[in-house]
């Protein structure tokens, strides 16, 4: 039986939006596309006409991936020994990620291993966290807000964004620095609430698919805001949409 509350964690990190009902519903920004949770089993519909259609196939990728990750409770029962499977012995033919070859690096950073599909993609036979991971993690170990700013540079034709994730300032870290010499206490206070600073760029130089480029500004902030949340949970890897040659 799936769980409400760590429905609802994965639907966050993957820009669902919540509705208002007795009933666990996440439909997309556009709310063409949405799921809900009944008897513990999730049930999938599209909108028309401001209708509910059920038993229709899926097409918004997210949904499609957290239904996929929740379908089968059995593969959070991964043998250890499958983690050490060398990546370059996966299933080729598909290219999808084999559950055994992240679960490690799952588990090492607190992400559930069924939801591995959604969290890392495979690319030139190297895993790469996704922005839905990193805000996993991120949520994870609590941060007060995001600030993004962006710019278009018409030397470079680029966009260009910066991002910052603020900590969270709890009573106890107030309460410490209440306890300091009052000529340091300022100093303190500007260090516990200091941001984790990331950029980004998007342009036709470092876009592959052209059709993206209309999406440059997001991929700009997206960009951003990995390298951002990298700096704040202190993970060691490149994400996905920092790569310019990936298919984005």
């Not at 997210?62 to 499958?82: C, G, L, N, Q, T």
């Not at 200091?194 to 209309?214: E, F, H, S, V, Y």
Request: proline residues 4%; contains cysteine.
């Amino acid at each position: 039986m799936i769980e409400a509350d760590k429905l609802e964690r994965v639907c966050r990190t993957t820009d669902l939006l919540k509705l208002g009902s007795t009933i666990p519903t996440y439909v997309t920004i556009d709310r063409s596309e949405g799921l809900e949770l009944r008897g513990g089993k999730l049930v999938s519909f599209w909108v028309k006409d401001g209708e509910r259609i059920y038993d229709q196939p899926v097409s918004d990728h997210r949904i499609a991936s957290i239904i996929k990750a929740f379908a089968d409770p059995a593969k959070e029962e991964v043998k250890e020994e499958k983690a050490v499977v060398p990546l370059k012995e996966t299933d080729k033919k598909h290219n999808e990620l084999v559950i055994g070859n992240v679960s490690a690096l799952a588990g090492q950073y607190g992400i559930p291993v069924e939801l591995a599909n959604l969290f890392f993609m495979k690319f030139d036979n190297q895993l790469y966290i996704k922005n839905p991971g990193l805000l996993w993690i991120a949520s994870k170990k609590g941060y007060g807000h995001m600030e993004v700013t962006d710019k278009f540079n018409e030397e470079t034709k680029e966009w260009e964004a910066e991002y910052k994730i603020y900590p969270v300032l709890t009573k106890e870290i107030i309460e410490a620095i209440a306890k300091l010499d009052p000529g340091i206490q300022e100093k303190a206070m500007i260090e516990a609430t200091r941001p984790c600073n990331g950029t980004g760029r998007a342009g036709d130089k470092n876009i592959k698919m052209k059709p993206m480029l209309a999406f440059a500004r997001e991929l700009a902030q997206t960009r951003a805001q990995n390298r951002a949340l990298r700096a704040f949970t202190g993970y060691g890897g490149t994400s996905a949409e920092e790569l310019g040659e990936v298919n984005v």
